[in-house]
């Protein structure tokens, strides 16, 4: 299966998780930035910012793309998966 074929389908995420997540990756790079700073170490800063950058690209991506289905519509989804899957 190439990475063209892979899809992810989220039944359901409240606004809680959705907090957690993004609230874990602020703290991803947040963490590599403040370590960097109590070991003095610019090279360390400079990864978390890059990574910090990345993740706000990468989000910001997937949320102009972000295809939101109902519930029926993810079922057909599925359904039209599977079907391909069994030919």
């Known amino acids: 299966m190439s990475?063209?074929?892979?899809k992810v389908i989220v039944l359901k995420e409240n606004v809680l998780n959705s907090w957690a997540r993004d609230f874990g990756?602020?703290?991803t790079f947040a963490g590599l930035i403040s370590i960097g700073v109590y070991l003095e170490s610019s090279a360390?800063?400079?990864?978390?910012?890059?990574?910090?950058?990345?993740?706000?690209?990468?989000?910001?991506?997937?949320?102009?793309n972000n295809h939101k289905l109902t519930i029926s519509e993810a079922r057909k989804v599925l359904?039209?998966?599977e079907a391909g899957e069994a030919a």
């Open 25 to 27: 990756t602020f703290l």
């Open 44 to 64: 360390l800063q400079w990864v978390g910012a890059l990574i910090g950058f990345f993740v706000i690209a990468c989000r910001s991506i997937s949320f102009f």
């Open 3 to 6: 990475f063209k074929d892979t």
């Open 79 to 81: 359904d039209e998966l």
